[in-house]
């Protein structure tokens, strides 16, 4: 099973920048989706971006043009950089697996890395 450990959340004034990072135990070259997600207290946690094994991307209307996915398959990496904060942006973000050659539903979650944009 892939371990996945964020890192790179903190607290930030509105307007400011993160990038979060997200190192897997083991190659993440042939999984077929990589994305971040996050959980704002007392909201269902939901998807932020995504990057297929093609390198096709995916935001919704809430962070497009903010945010940006970079999956590195040498470093086993992926990064969420996050520009243009803002206080509803703050929540629990999350780096996800999904899809590997034999297994399709393969699906793995890091433990959270916690994001808090100030107004």
């Known amino acids: 099973q892939v371990q996945l450990v964020e890192a790179g959340g903190g607290l930030v004034q509105a307007g400011g920048s993160l990038r979060l990072s997200c190192a897997a135990s083991?190659?993440?070259?042939?999984?077929?989706?990589l994305a971040w997600y996050r959980q704002a207290p007392g909201k269902q946690r939901e998807l932020v971006a995504a990057v297929t094994i093609y390198g096709s991307t995916n935001y919704p209307d809430s962070v497009k043009g903010r945010f940006a996915i970079f999956r590195d398959n040498a470093k086993g990496t992926v990064y969420l950089q996050m520009n243009g904060l803002k206080p509803e942006d703050t929540g629990v973000y999350y780096c996800?697996?999904?899809?590997?050659?034999?297994?399709?539903?393969?699906?793995?979650w890091g433990q959270g890395t916690l994001v808090t944009v100030s107004s």
């Open positions: 083991e190659s993440i070259f042939s999984i077929r989706t």
């Open positions: 996800n697996a999904h899809g590997r050659p034999g297994a399709p539903n393969f699906d793995a």
